[in-house]
């Protein structure tokens, strides 16, 4: 059986090394005392025998009694033992004497036996009355001391049991508390006089009270199992029991332990979902490495397929048939959405660089609902709710305006077709630790705009690839609307997310940091008119073969000389075998073996005049490195068409060679 107590009669508890320095003590003194007393009644014995003649002389035979006098005091002090080995050593030192008398009554053996069994029963009587007297004492001082020991053992337990962080309890049969410590009437949530008055049972919902009356553990054994308050559903506790029968009793106890998992469950919970944010954030970011690689290698594609169709359509002659015009018509069309298709996998994958300027909020979501106006108004209820004093935002307005849109299109499209209803908020908020985690942005205040509509929501597998690239509901998208607003938040250190979806709607969340300070809008560029542009000698530096093959043909359709290099190094031979030949360098900004600013830096020890103009799939931004050296004239952005390379040379002033 289970012994529930913390000791036991057979054990005994000592506090600090000094414990059992009274006992010893005192058994040092008894037996000091004891010693004491033989020495002394040795000495009486030894005194009667030197005294007795003279005082048989004085006294007669009542000398007699002064033997029985010191048995009496053995008895007293030596107990039942003690008194019989003194009453034989008197019975010796008088059966001494009594030979050494004269024969009479009183010196007889009769009266000598007499005076032996008074002597014993007088003697022996007080001694074993000595004995008992001894026993009881040291039975109740043993008794005392087990009922301290014990109590302080009670004492010990309950304080053990009370500092427990986890609740402890012992139940009866019936299920009602025997025992009870303060932690499990907290982690059940009840006072401790009402836990006194209710069963166990009574305080968990239905399905935790199948769960307890399961299969019960046989005796000394453990079972665990999960419960759930019924006053408090959130709440969850693990429940470890061991059923034993104490000794001597036919009352079958229960004791419980009580943890509460609550908290557990919701650190678990969090770390899962930080867990699988950070598992979705490691697969953006490689999917944005991936979308940056493929939009760079299919600009470069795109230049080869614009650059074809336009030289053709120049070409075309006069009656040619009219399908002919309207195909390469169509193929420059779509290479014009899919130049557009791979800025927003450039924006996805946060290459595209942002013009930061402080932005009125309100100001720009109006200004993208006037663009939007006829769609929106056709297809929807628009309820605007515009916070006032908003603070600016640092943001590009154009990427700013993209975003919006995205969000306005994708809430018109939730609604598949029937008139819903379409929110647009804006608002100011703070995000302080923790609350700031969530949103994986710094804390700080924020403008909040809120795009929310009344369609069917989102389904929850959809809803964890919402802004994966290529990924659409829409039969029709090419799921890179969300993909590239999700990129060029992140460029602002923003967040984009969907703060709410059901059967009754979706809302998505933008949140902006406040611009720190007002910065300076962008002035733009006046339009250039195209001039003819003189006929130049033109180094083209880039590594790809369709790129280096339509580009020369344009600008040799421009009327312009073109040699061509695969490489940095290779761009530098050629200049360095035919400086005066050469005017211009148009160089790629991304080539591998030897990169743009090194190539650059090479060219300027070849020439140091010579003009460069850079050219990319990515913004201009990101190379304003390289826009800032001395003779870097200008930036050609790919696809580039005909025209806007036309444009770039006629903006180039004339440049003589080098001597």
């Known amino acids: ?188 949530g009840v006072e401790p006089d009402e836990l006194s008055t209710k069963k166990f049972s009574e305080l968990l919902t239905e399905e935790s009270r199948r769960a307890l009356a399961g299969a019960a553990p046989n005796g000394g054994e453990r079972r665990s199992y999960e419960v759930v308050l019924e006053r408090n559903a959130d709440t969850l506790l693990l429940v470890t029991e061991t059923r034993f029968e104490p000794s001597g009793s036919r009352d079958e106890l229960t004791l419980r332990v009580v943890r509460d998992l609550t908290e557990r469950l919701v650190t678990e919970r969090r770390q899962r979902d930080l867990e699988r944010e950070l598992q979705r954030k490691q697969a953006m970011q490689s999917l944005a490495v991936m979308a940056g690689g493929v939009a760079h290698d299919f600009n470069n594609l795109l230049c080869g397929v614009v650059g074809n169709a336009e030289i053709a359509r120049r070409k075309l002659p006069p009656d040619a048939p009219p399908d002919l015009e309207r195909c390469l018509g169509e193929i420059l069309s779509f290479a014009g959405e899919a130049a557009q298709l791979s800025k927003q996998m450039l924006a996805y994958a946060g290459r595209r660089s942002l013009a930061i300027q402080a932005l009125d909020m309100n100001a720009e979501l109006s200004a993208a609902l006037r663009l939007l106006h006829a769609t929106v108004e056709s297809r929807s209820q628009l309820l605007l709710e515009l916070g006032e004093g908003l603070p600016e935002v640092g943001a590009d307005r154009v990427q700013l305006r993209q975003i919006v849109t995205n969000l306005i299109l994708n809430a018109l499209d939730a609604m598949e077709g029937k008139r819903g209803t379409l929110r647009l908020r804006t608002e100011t908020v703070r995000l302080d630790a923790p609350s700031h985690e969530p949103y994986g942005v710094a804390p700080g205040s924020y403008v909040k705009v809120t795009v929310s509509d009344d369609g069917r929501g989102i389904h929850p597998e959809a809803r964890e690839r919402l802004f994966e690239p290529f990924f659409s509901t829409k039969g029709a998208g090419r799921g ?180």
């Open 1 to 188: 059986m289970t012994d529930l107590m913390f000791g036991s009669s057979g054990s005994r508890l000592s506090v600090g090394p000094n414990a059992a320095e009274p006992a010893d003590s005192s058994r040092d003194a008894r037996k000091r005392t004891r010693v004491a007393q033989v020495a002394f009644l040795i000495g009486l014995m030894l005194g009667y025998r030197a005294a007795f003649g003279t005082l048989h002389g004085w006294i007669g035979s009542p000398a007699f009694l002064l033997g029985l006098g010191i048995c009496l005091l053995a008895a007293a002090w030596l107990g039942s033992r003690g008194a019989l080995v003194v009453i034989i050593g008197v019975a010796l030192i008088d059966r001494e004497f009594v030979l050494g008398l004269p024969p009479s009554v009183e010196t007889g053996p009769t009266a000598g036996l007499v005076a032996l069994l008074v002597k014993l029963v007088l003697a022996g009587g007080l001694g074993l009355v000595v004995d008992s007297r001894r026993r009881a004492i040291a039975l109740n001082t043993a008794l005392r001391r087990e009922m301290d020991f014990r109590e302080h053992g009670e004492r010990m337990q309950r304080a053990l049991v009370a500092s427990l962080g986890e609740g402890v309890g012992l139940f009866d049969a019936q299920g009602r508390v025997v025992l009870a410590n303060q932690a499990l009437a907290d982690a059940l």
């Open 480 to 659: 890179m609307g969300l993909a590239a607003a999700a990129g060029i938040v992140r460029a602002h250190r923003g967040w984009l997310g969907v703060d709410e979806t059901s059967t009754e709607g979706t809302r998505f969340a933008v949140l902006l940091p406040v611009a720190k300070e007002s910065l300076p809008r962008r002035s733009s560029s006046p339009s250039l008119l195209i001039t003819p542009s003189p006929a130049r000698g033109v180094l083209l530096i880039d590594d790809e073969p369709a790129v280096r093959l339509v580009t020369g043909k344009m600008l040799s359709e421009l009327g312009h000389r073109v040699v061509t290099a695969e490489s940095g190094r290779r761009g530098l031979d050629l200049l360095a075998q035919q400086p005066s030949a050469i005017d211009l360098v148009v160089l790629d900004l991304t080539m591998p073996e030897q990169s743009a600013e090194q190539t650059l830096n090479q060219l300027r020890v070849v020439r140091s005049t010579i003009p460069v103009v850079i050219t990319s799939g990515f913004q201009a931004e990101d190379a304003s490195t390289l826009l800032q050296k001395p003779n870097v004239v200008g930036f050609l952005d790919k696809p580039h068409t005909m025209t806007s390379l036309e444009m770039l040379l006629a903006s180039l002033p004339r440049y003589s060679p080098a001597s």
